[in-house]
């Protein structure tokens, strides 16, 4: 028999709805034809990678060294950790070096690896809403429990709503900018706020909670905004990241841990990180792309098709009278379930799937009476969904 959390999780709604939608979109395209569905249900990036990508791909796969696809040290090549922690020292503005780099499977093995190095049973997670669904499970992994805060109306940070959540147990905060699903990019601001919240917090009960950046969409950004540094401001800081969504590189699962080189116990948890990489069988990054990483994180890299394709689906969903939070990065809209539904946005997306659209519901992101789309998709897709949104907001239930 299976285990028994594994078979309750799995049975639950909410357990991995993301992925079973995508999935249904597949047989929805197989039975209707792929023009006629409108999936807007994974974030899996439909840019191509940047040019210097794939000379990088061509030139290291073209290597026959002895001994270039065998082990490395646990926690990545010597010279990749170095050139992450280029990247690092030009977007948090301190100095980083290698020491403080521990490569990884992707933002979600890094955050489990973190979990893993950091987390006692019983110990506590914070997490602002909406949050990416996952962290449910990567907190439990390892024995943790997820508290979810909630945000200020525009899901900007409530720095005061942290502050009192905070306890002895508190392990770690999370925060993701910008933020999936909502688009939110948290302001210098609140970052320096939440800060002195933690900074706080510490000085009262010994305990100064880890604050992990989850940072994949950093790069994802429309109006000139930038993500502020969190390395400067508090010195517990650990940044997850990976370049699944600023290359659209998700299958090849690369990414690193990044811990504040001021961090107290710096030494001591990155060697528990790179612990961590080994005992959860990740044993290493994949050496492939360590070294196309490497060579091409810096690429440039034009993300304005998502900032065409956000005002394309905004026009779409102006026309249908749905609502939204206005985004600020990535490529996703957190849209309220409209009126005469009650909340209830389980019920909503199946009604949107019998209009052949396919979303997430919000309920999964820890807020009911939400939806979410994901608009890294053709503009074709987004065009043509016109009419099938304004038909299914204007039908009732059960129509």
């Avoid at 841990?257 to 005992?279: G, K, Q, S, W, Y």
């Avoid at 689906?313 to 957190?334: C, K, Q, R, W």
């Avoid at 396919?358 to 016109?386: H, M, Q």
């Amino acid at each position: 028999m299976i285990a028994k959390y594994i078979q309750e999780v799995m049975s639950s709604r909410s357990a991995s709805a993301i992925r079973k939608m995508f999935e249904e979109g597949i047989a929805l395209k197989a039975q209707y034809g792929a023009d006629h569905v409108f999936d807007f249900s994974l974030g899996n990036p439909d840019l191509e990678p940047p040019e210097e990508v794939f000379q990088a791909v061509a030139r290291i796969a073209a290597d026959r060294t002895h001994g270039c696809h065998g082990y490395m040290p646990n926690a990545g090549y010597p010279e990749v950790r170095e050139a992450m922690a280029a990247k690092e020292t030009l977007e948090q503005g301190v100095q980083v070096t290698g020491s403080s780099v521990i490569m990884s499977c992707g933002a979600a093995g890094a955050m489990n690896c973190v979990f893993k190095a950091v987390l006692n049973p019983g110990d506590e997670v914070l997490v602002p809403v909406p949050f990416f669904s996952e962290y449910r499970h990567y907190v439990g992994n390892h024995g943790g429990i997820l508290r979810e805060v909630q945000s200020k109306p525009d899901f900007s940070l409530d720095t005061n709503a942290i502050a009192r959540s905070l306890t002895e147990r508190t392990a770690a905060v999370i925060i993701n900018s910008p933020n999936n699903p909502s688009g939110r990019i948290y302001s210098a601001a609140d970052i320096a706020s939440l800060a002195e919240v933690l900074h706080e917090h510490g000085r009262k009960t010994g305990r100064y909670p880890y604050l992990i950046c989850d940072e994949p969409y950093r790069a994802i950004t429309f109006g000139g905004k930038k993500v502020a540094p969190v390395f400067s401001v508090y010195e517990h800081a650990v940044v997850v990241t990976s370049f699944a969504k600023n290359l659209s590189l998700p299958g090849e699962r690369i990414g690193y841990i990044c811990v504040n080189p001021a961090c107290p116990d710096h030494d001591e948890l990155v060697a528990a990180c790179i612990f961590a990489t080994r005992v959860l069988g990740y044993v290493n990054a994949p050496a492939f792309f360590q070294k196309v990483a490497a060579s091409s994180w810096n690429a440039p890299c034009d993300y304005s098709p998502y900032e065409k394709r956000c005002h394309e689906m905004t026009a779409v969903l102006d026309n249908a009278g749905i609502s939204y939070a206005e985004p600020e990065g990535a490529f996703y809209l957190f849209c309220k379930v409209p009126d005469g539904w009650n909340d209830d946005d389980g019920a909503f997306v199946d009604h949107l799937k019998r209009h052949l659209i396919l979303c997430a519901p919000g309920s999964g992101f820890g807020c009911k009476g939400w939806f979410r789309i994901a608009y890294c998709v053709s503009e074709d897709t987004i065009v043509n969904s016109k009419a099938a949104f304004y038909t299914a907001a204007h039908t009732k239930q059960g129509e």
